[in-house]
């Protein structure tokens, strides 16, 4: 790998990192009013269309299955969400959310939509349209890299991210 190349990996990791950071930031803020964490908010929200196994959800997140769990049994006993029969595992129950989890998303929408607004205009509607094209395109790629180039020096890439800790 050529240092330029490296030092670009880098800064990507380190803007990434950042920018991890700040959605979750703006993410516990939009939450705080519906009275839910923004780890909650993600797990309800993967399965606001369908109920899911929390393995199901931990993929769709790109984060560990134990995180996911935990936020799971959490959202379970404050009546946020169920646990219902799977019909393809009789042990992998599918997490569903509750009339109340649903309020509690829905609560979010309004503050959500007007930070997009004014991401959007802040970064234009095209250049927030390339953007998000830019970090699918990177997460894909990602995905596909299994491993970076074999090497006594590579350390494996794994699928999965840092776990969603609760505040």
Do not use: C
């Amino acid at each position: 790998m050529s240092r330029r190349r490296q030092d670009l990996f880098s800064r990507s990791a380190l803007a990434v990192f950042r920018l991890n950071g700040q959605y979750l930031s703006v993410a516990e803020e939009l939450a705080r009013p519906a009275g839910i964490t923004a780890a909650w908010w993600q797990v309800l929200g993967a399965v606001l269309g369908e109920p899911l196994p929390v393995s199901g959800i931990a993929r769709v997140m790109g984060i560990t299955r134990q995180s996911v769990q935990r936020v799971a049994d959490l959202l379970v006993d404050r009546g946020l969400a169920a646990y219902l029969p799977n019909p393809a595992h009789r042990r992998a129950k599918l997490l569903s959310p509750t009339e109340r989890g649903r309020a509690a998303v829905a609560e979010i929408g309004p503050g959500h939509a007007a930070f997009a607004d004014r991401l959007a205009e802040a970064l234009g509607a095209e250049g927030l349209a390339e953007t998000v094209r830019v970090l699918e395109r990177l997460s894909a790629v990602l995905d596909d890299l299994a491993a970076p180039e074999a090497t006594e020096y590579a350390a494996p890439v794994t699928k999965t991210a840092p776990a969603v800790t609760e505040p």
